[in-house]
């Protein structure tokens, strides 16, 4: 009888394991639907030669990450001659001359010697049919970021942190890069000290992306605007890209927070912005934004004069009933606490959002709250 309730309490304890690292929740938005590695029995990389081979695979998995995995020199480091465009006191971020941007556009910076670590300057490549899950507060890759490029879809990216990606250079590499993608769900994932781009969407399509829940910090020593808040946050420039960012706290930066056009629909609902030392939201030439039940506090310039794209910035009940005939539902109006002014009404590109997937929107008075309870990594 001992034999067999062990055995009871070694199966239920394995089956309380599982139940925790499955995912949580649903995505909401643009990305419904994402299924990521499915069933697949969950697999746990305890080196980072064997989370590459996990991410990089032809597999359907569940990567389930239970500490930090530092590439911080696994690739070695490279001096070379970079530049300082943005000054060179203590607090500014200097550049890697990456496919000779210092030459090109920065010709009268001043040269300076650049020490970087080669891991940071490329993600680790993602494959399609992937969920990657952190466990507790425990899942953190460190040193390097994610990319999922060429085509790949299905992949769930939930409950990690990526940090410390050079972040005292310009092209010291992004936390996490998509091109040519389709159904991306981000959720719960903090990024810290980047060098570069928090998030970014390339030239290419990305299809379908859903980014929810997460922390955006933007704290940092090194920063292009040298007042320790990140330039680099969020930069939204695919073909034909559709994105919900809903539920996320961007924090402390600078610019681009974030940067959209290139035909780029996105939903922004329900996110946390605070503390701005520039402008949160620029639009360019084909950058599309809905933005409703958002919260921006000291905010001083929430969207860069001028708006070259369009924004429907849900700037009051009556204007905002003319999302009904689209959504299929009233929009939310925004809140402001110190912030500078959010006022437009484009409509005509509204019609995009009829036969896809919208995000429900709350009352943006129930954000700060929520936000700050539930965004990033290790709160689920």
């Known amino acids: 009888m001992r034999s067999v309730s062990l055995l009871t309490l070694a199966t239920a304890a394995l089956s309380s394991t599982v139940t925790a690292i499955s995912v949580t929740g649903a995505a909401e938005g643009f990305a419904k639907g994402v299924t990521g590695g ?5 697999v746990y990389p305890d080196s980072i030669d064997e989370l590459v081979s996990y991410l990089g695979d032809d597999q359907a998995r569940v990567i389930v990450l239970t500490k930090t995995f530092d590439f911080t020199g696994s690739e070695g480091t490279t001096t070379e001659t970079g530049c300082a465009p943005y000054g060179t006191a203590s607090g500014c971020q200097v550049a890697i001359n ?17 020490t970087y670590d080669n891991a940071g300057s490329l993600g680790i490549t993602v494959n399609s049919d992937k969920t990657i899950l952190g466990q507790g507060d425990a ?12 085509g790949v879809s299905n992949i769930i990216i939930q409950n990690i942190a990526i940090t410390d990606i050079n972040p005292q250079y310009v092209w010291g590499g992004d936390a996490i890069t998509l091109n040519d993608v389709d159904l991306v769900w981000i959720d719960h994932v903090t990024t810290a000290r980047i060098g570069r781009q928090h998030i970014v969407l390339g030239t290419q399509a990305d299809n379908r992306v859903t980014i929810s829940n997460s922390f955006i ?21 695919g073909s034909n890209d559709l994105v919900t960012l809903k539920g996320n706290y961007i924090y ?10 290139g035909n780029t629909l996105l939903h922004a609902v329900n996110n946390y912005w605070y503390d701005n030392s520039g402008h949160a939201f620029e639009i ?4 599309m934004v809905l933005a409703e039940g958002n919260v921006f506090q000291n905010i001083g310039t929430v969207v860069e004069d001028p708006i070259d794209g369009q924004l429907f910035s849900s700037p009051s ?4 009933e003319v999302c009904s005939t689209y959504l299929g539902r009233t929009c939310e109006m925004n809140g402001f606490g110190s912030s500078g002014t959010f006022n437009q009404a484009d409509t005509d590109f509204l019609a ?3 036969g896809n997937n919208i995000a429900s929107a709350s009352a943006y008075s129930e954000v700060v709250a929520s936000v700050s309870a539930s965004a990033g990594h290790g709160t689920i």
């Not at 499915?38 to 969950?42: F, K, M, R, T, V």
């Open 38 to 42: 499915g069933s697949a029995d969950p």
């Open 98 to 114: 990456q496919n000779d941007w210092c030459t090109n556009y920065q010709p009268d910076a001043p040269s300076v010697s650049v």
């Open 139 to 150: 899942g953190v890759i460190k040193g390097k970021g994610l990319r999922l490029v060429s």
């Open 217 to 237: 910090d933007g704290e940092t020593s090194w920063s292009a605007t040298c007042d320790g808040y990140h330039y680099w946050g969020i930069y939204l420039d």
């Open 252 to 261: 402390h930066t600078s610019g681009r927070a974030p940067k959209v056009q």
């Open 284 to 287: 360019g030439s084909g950058g």
């Open 317 to 320: 009940a009556s204007a905002n």
């Open 352 to 354: 995009n959002f009829k």
